[in-house]
């Protein structure tokens, strides 16, 4: 994998000042990873209701975004900041910005489904009415349900001088409506509000005793405003619109003054839904006097307003996605359990002798588990520490530390509260775990604990061995089986001892604990990577073999691209696999013309963060973690990356990992020095290539061996 370094770069001209032209706009870059996701969706290689998923996800991703990054903007320019960010763009200048990619990727959307999916779904027995569409037979059916359904757990809230404007949640669907009394000559339109609860499905399927012909499903917004009027005798119905308000959902928590972090998250999750409005969604033709009322009362200019041209909320879609139509979705596939830990009564005898490394979802996450289940079970294990950050809603990992506490065993839990949308599920969990007995700690203040790890200490002998799990994803078996990442088990003592050394440091007291093999943030992790990008600039400017490849979620640290660009004028090669968001410029000629950068998009939600380093005249160092390389990450996460030591393991992902991702053609994406993506181009008689679809390949054939 060494490439020779063909150039050199003088000392003087690697040192020279970087302007900020060299920098992407975060935000755009999340644009388009977005815009990639939605190219999923209009891809006709993948099948129908995966293609419907993939269109549900670009929803759900907006939402976030608005929830989080818009609205820091937002309060940013509220706050009167003016001064941009590495890219030199003000707050203001990039809200404008975002506007205009969003517009555009919401008309797209909506072309996706109205041109695209509706015909096909219709063409495969699934299709979608809107009121207009039914036939007397099923408007009798649809008054119906309305009637018995909807009708009994709507509250209509009327708009006037005695009924203020009411606080409708983050999120939810409300239909608008405009009222007349058809008993006098003016027209008086009477504004009322109909919020909808999430407890109503948002699909509803009409006549679903029916077995036979087409599936004919109607949204629930259709249906209610059908049927509004039911709920004004006496008035008559002129309008009825559907809309949502997204709002400002980011935690505002000093954990310097909050003497009980928990009972704090808690009052401020109660406080969510009073956020400010960020974003308001409406269907398109809504009549400007309602328009303007809501805009008015939500304190929102036309900016931060999109009108909709089809059903609110695509992100409904996903029910529809669920049905049983395994012709219309992705073949199969199970994670297999052919590693030497696919017998659990043998797992400390086999982690005494081997490290072992799983990929998932190829790999199955059940060893995960029966590690942590057996050390709960095991008169010889002693204690077990393990930190979670997003868990699964009936964790297996939860209940085997449960039980491990009730026989006895020393059990330490460090559960992050404030994972973002995930701090009310983590609040039960910590109640639940302390009820046992379990000691549950929050980690360090103004730092979120990111980082993946259990501990277990086992008595052998006369001496007491660490068995040590660290991963790049979340101890989350139902995430496993869609998200691609790596967990890492061994009993090294150089990893188990600082793993241990973390978490005493995390529970008690430790202003600066030292690392000798870990790379852990806040304390070593930034510093000691640009020290190894560094070497490689160092080895390349020496016509030493120099090479980077880099596989993560996201590229933002301003220093830590700065060091990549004084890399590539070293001379080294660098490739750069980044999922999400990129503000590193590629292919600037003379600062970074050796770096390429490729996204994979697919149907797994690539998550591992890997690292490799040719480090000429050593054996090349591998790292695998739970950090991106953000400021967050960096500075105000505690991360945790480890190095992959075993020889096998390193060959594996030398010669398997890194290459097959590097050979994708498929699913990938390249980033052109404009910010754009464009498709990686095939060469004539080169064959379409998917990692992903390769590594299922490959580990369906280690089941079958």
Same mark, same amino acid.
Not at 671 to 689: E, I, K, M, N, Q
């Given at each position: 994998?060494?490439?020779?370094?063909?150039? #050199?770069?003088?000392?003087?001209?690697?040192?020279?000042?970087?302007?900020?032209?060299?920098?992407?706009?975060r935000?755009?870059?999340?644009?388009a990873f977005?815009?990639r996701?939605?190219?999923?969706?209009?891809?006709?290689?993948?099948?129908?209701?995966?293609?419907?998923?993939?269109?549900?996800i670009?929803?759900?991703?907006?939402?976030?975004?608005?929830? /989080?990054?818009?609205a820091g903007?937002?309060?940013q320019?509220?706050s009167?900041? !003016?001064?941009?960010?590495?890219?030199?763009?003000?707050?203001?200048?990039?809200?404008?910005?975002?506007?205009?990619?969003?517009?555009?990727l919401?008309?797209?959307?909506?072309?996706?489904?109205?041109?695209?999916?509706?015909?096909?779904?219709?063409a495969?027995?699934?299709?979608?009415k809107?009121?207009?569409?039914l036939?007397?037979?099923?408007?009798k059916?649809?008054?119906?349900?309305?009637?018995?359904q909807?009708?009994?757990?709507?509250t209509?809230?009327?708009l006037?001088?005695s009924?203020?404007?009411?606080?409708?949640?983050?999120?939810?669907?409300?239909?608008?409506?405009s009222?007349?009394?058809?008993?006098t000559?003016?027209?008086?339109?009477?504004?009322?509000?109909?919020?909808?609860?999430?407890?109503?499905?948002?699909l509803?399927?009409?006549?679903?005793?029916?077995?036979?012909?087409?599936?004919?499903?109607?949204?629930?917004s259709?249906?209610?405003?059908?049927?509004?009027?039911?709920?004004?005798?006496?008035?008559?119905?002129?309008a009825?619109?559907?809309?949502?308000?997204?709002?400002?959902?980011?935690?505002?928590?000093?954990?310097?003054?909050?003497?009980?972090?928990l009972?704090?998250?808690?009052?401020?999750?109660?406080?969510?839904?009073r956020?400010?409005?960020?974003r308001?969604?409406?269907?398109?033709?809504?009549?400007?006097?309602?328009?303007t !009322?809501?805009c008015?009362?939500?304190?929102?200019?036309?900016?931060?307003?999109?009108?909709?041209?089809?059903? @609110?909320?695509?992100?409904?879609?996903q029910a529809?996605?669920?049905?049983?139509?395994?012709?219309?979705?992705?073949?199969?596939?199970t994670?297999?359990?052919?590693?030497?830990?696919?017998?659990?009564?043998?797992?400390?005898?086999?982690?005494?002798?081997?490290?072992?490394?799983?990929?998932?979802?190829?790999?199955?996450?059940?060893?995960?588990?029966?590690?942590?289940?057996?050390?709960?079970?095991?008169?010889?294990?002693f204690?077990?520490?393990?930190?979670?950050?997003?868990?699964s809603?009936?964790?297996p990992?939860?209940?085997?530390l449960?039980e491990?506490s009730?026989?006895?065993?020393q059990?330490?839990?460090?559960?992050?509260? #404030?994972?973002?949308?995930?701090?009310?599920?983590?609040?039960?969990?910590?109640?639940?775990?302390?009820?046992?007995?379990?000691?549950?700690?929050?980690?360090?203040?103004?730092? #979120?604990?990111?980082?993946?790890?259990?501990l277990?200490?086992?008595?052998?002998?006369?001496?007491?061995?660490?068995?040590?799990?660290?991963?790049?994803?979340?101890?989350n078996?139902?995430?496993?089986? @869609?998200?691609?990442?790596?967990?890492?088990? !061994?009993?090294?003592t150089?990893?188990?001892?600082?793993?241990?050394?973390?978490?005493?440091?995390?529970?008690?007291?430790?202003?600066?604990?030292?690392?000798?093999?870990?790379?852990?943030?806040?304390?070593?992790?930034?510093?000691? %990577?640009?020290?190894?990008?560094?070497?490689?600039?160092?080895?390349?400017?020496?016509g030493?073999?120099a090479? /980077?490849?880099?596989?993560?979620?996201?590229?933002v640290?301003?220093?830590?691209?700065e060091?990549?660009?004084t890399?590539?004028?070293?001379?080294?090669?660098?490739?750069? /696999? /980044?999922?999400?968001?990129?503000?590193?410029?590629?292919?600037?000629?003379?600062?970074?013309?050796?770096?390429r950068?490729?996204?994979?998009?697919?149907r797994?939600?690539?998550?591992?963060?890997a690292?490799y380093?040719?480090?000429a005249g050593?054996?090349?160092? %591998?790292l695998?973690?739970?950090?991106?390389?953000?400021?967050?990450?960096?500075f105000?996460?505690?991360e945790?990356?480890?190095?992959?030591?075993?020889?096998?393991?390193?060959?594996?992902m030398?010669?398997?990992f890194?290459?097959?991702e590097?050979?994708?053609?498929?699913?990938?994406?390249a980033?052109?020095?404009?910010?754009?993506?464009?498709?990686?181009?095939?060469?004539?008689?080169?064959?379409?290539?998917s990692a992903?679809?390769?590594?299922?390949?490959?580990?369906?054939?280690?089941?079958?061996?």
């Open positions: 994998m060494a490439t020779r370094s063909t150039k #050199k770069k003088s000392s003087a001209a690697v040192a020279t000042p970087l302007p900020t032209a060299v920098f992407l706009n935000e755009l870059s999340w644009l977005n815009n996701v939605l190219e999923q969706a209009t891809d006709g290689r993948h099948p129908l209701l995966e293609r419907v998923r993939f269109l549900s670009v929803s759900s991703n907006l939402d976030e975004f608005f929830e /989080i990054r818009v903007l937002m309060q320019m509220d009167g900041v !003016t001064e941009g960010g590495h890219d030199g763009l003000p707050p203001e200048a990039q809200l404008t910005a975002i506007h205009t990619g969003v517009t555009a919401v008309a797209a959307q909506y072309h996706c489904w109205h041109q695209q999916l509706l015909p096909a779904l219709a495969e027995g699934i299709e979608f809107t009121a207009q569409d036939n007397p037979t099923e408007l059916w649809v008054h119906a349900y309305f009637r018995d909807v009708y009994p757990v709507l209509p809230l009327a006037d001088q009924h203020p404007f009411p606080q409708l949640g983050n999120k939810t669907l409300n239909i608008i409506v009222l007349d009394n058809p008993d000559s003016e027209v008086e339109h009477h504004i009322a509000i109909l919020p909808v609860p999430r407890i109503l499905p948002r509803v399927e009409i006549s679903p005793a029916k077995t036979t012909g087409p599936r004919r499903t109607i949204f629930l259709e249906i209610i405003k059908l049927c509004a009027g039911q709920l004004f005798p006496g008035y008559r119905l002129t009825a619109h559907a809309f949502r308000v997204t709002r400002n959902s980011d935690l505002y928590i000093d954990e310097e003054e909050s003497e009980n972090l009972k704090k998250i808690e009052d401020e999750l109660r406080n969510l839904r956020g400010a409005a960020v308001l969604e409406i269907e398109d033709g809504v009549d400007p006097k309602l328009f !009322t809501l008015d009362h939500l304190a929102l200019s036309e900016d931060y307003v999109y009108r909709i041209n089809g059903p @609110v909320n695509l992100l409904r879609l529809l996605a669920d049905i049983e139509r395994p012709d219309l979705k992705f073949a199969p596939f994670p297999v359990n052919a590693t030497p830990l696919a017998e659990p009564a043998r797992i400390f005898d086999t982690l005494r002798t081997q490290d072992i490394l799983l990929h998932h979802p190829y790999d199955s996450f059940q060893p995960v588990v029966d590690f942590v289940e057996q050390a709960a079970r095991d008169p010889q294990v204690a077990i520490k393990q930190t979670f950050y997003r868990t809603g009936d964790s990992l939860v209940r085997a449960i491990a009730r026989n006895g065993k059990v330490t839990a460090l559960v992050e509260l #404030k994972a973002r949308f995930d701090e009310a599920n983590n609040i039960q969990w910590a109640k639940q775990l302390e009820e046992a007995g379990v000691h549950v700690v929050y980690g360090l203040v103004g730092h #979120k604990t990111h980082c993946k790890l259990c277990v200490v086992r008595r052998e002998g006369r001496r007491m061995k660490h068995y040590a799990h660290l991963g790049t994803g979340n101890y078996p139902r995430t496993a089986k @869609v998200y691609t990442d790596l967990s890492y088990f !061994t009993t090294r150089g990893i188990t001892g600082d793993v241990a050394q973390l978490f005493n440091s995390l529970t008690g007291f430790g202003r600066s604990p030292i690392f000798r093999h870990l790379l852990v943030a806040p304390y070593n992790l930034h510093r000691r %990577i640009g020290e190894l990008i560094a070497r490689e600039a160092k080895n390349a400017a020496a030493k073999p090479r /980077i490849i880099v596989k993560m979620n996201a590229l640290d301003r220093a830590t691209i060091s990549l660009y890399a590539s004028q070293a001379g080294v090669k660098i490739d750069l /696999i /980044i999922r999400g968001v990129c503000c590193l410029v590629p292919g600037v000629r003379g600062l970074s013309e050796n770096i950068v490729r996204s994979i998009v697919g797994y939600l690539e998550h591992a963060r690292i380093f040719e480090n050593a054996e090349p160092l %591998i695998a973690g739970s950090a991106d390389w953000m400021p967050r990450n960096f105000r996460r505690i945790v990356v480890f190095p992959v030591e075993d020889r096998d393991l390193r060959r594996w030398m010669r398997e890194f290459p097959t590097l050979r994708d053609n498929a699913n990938a994406h980033l052109r020095s404009d910010g754009t993506y464009r498709a990686v181009p095939r060469r004539t008689g080169v064959r379409s290539f992903q679809d390769h590594l299922m390949a490959a580990a369906t054939a280690r089941a079958r061996a």
